[in-house]
């Protein structure tokens, strides 16, 4: 099982970045995905969340309105679009896949990708 994501950085104050977070391993379409973050000296925060088949989606308080969680099951990926980047959107961003497998729960996760706001 593998979660590989990509497409962070150095952003300024109000830019946008897309993480990508590429799955391969399981049966992709079968689980809810998830982007977590982890700031310097915070604990990790559940940031956005789609379900299996992508009918439904959740975000924190903190982000809704300026990111959006999206996903390809024909390409096993999983996106984040982040607009109107805050310096306080700084944190390493971790893509989790979620599910149920012979009811045992499965959760696996990416190594994570740095995003940094700043000017």
């Known amino acids: 099982v593998q979660l590989v994501e990509s497409g962070g950085g150095l952003v300024q104050p109000g830019g946008s970045l897309r993480l990508s977070c590429a799955a391969s391993?399981?049966?992709?379409?079968?689980?809810?995905m998830n982007w977590h973050r982890q700031a310097p000296g915070k604990e990790r925060e559940l940031v956005a969340q789609?379900?299996?088949?992508?009918?439904?989606?959740n975000y924190a308080d903190s982000v809704k309105g300026r990111f959006t969680i999206s996903r390809d099951n024909a390409k096993n990926t999983v996106y984040l679009q982040m607009n109107s980047l805050k310096p306080e959107d700084t944190a390493v961003y971790y893509c989790?896949?979620?599910?149920?497998?012979?009811?045992?729960?499965?959760?696996?996760w990416g190594k994570g990708t740095l995003v940094t706001v700043s000017s």
């Open positions: 789609i379900t299996s088949v992508g009918s439904s989606t």
């Open positions: 989790n896949a979620l599910g149920t497998v012979l009811a045992s729960t499965m959760s696996y």
């Open positions: 391993g399981f049966t992709f379409s079968r689980y809810i």
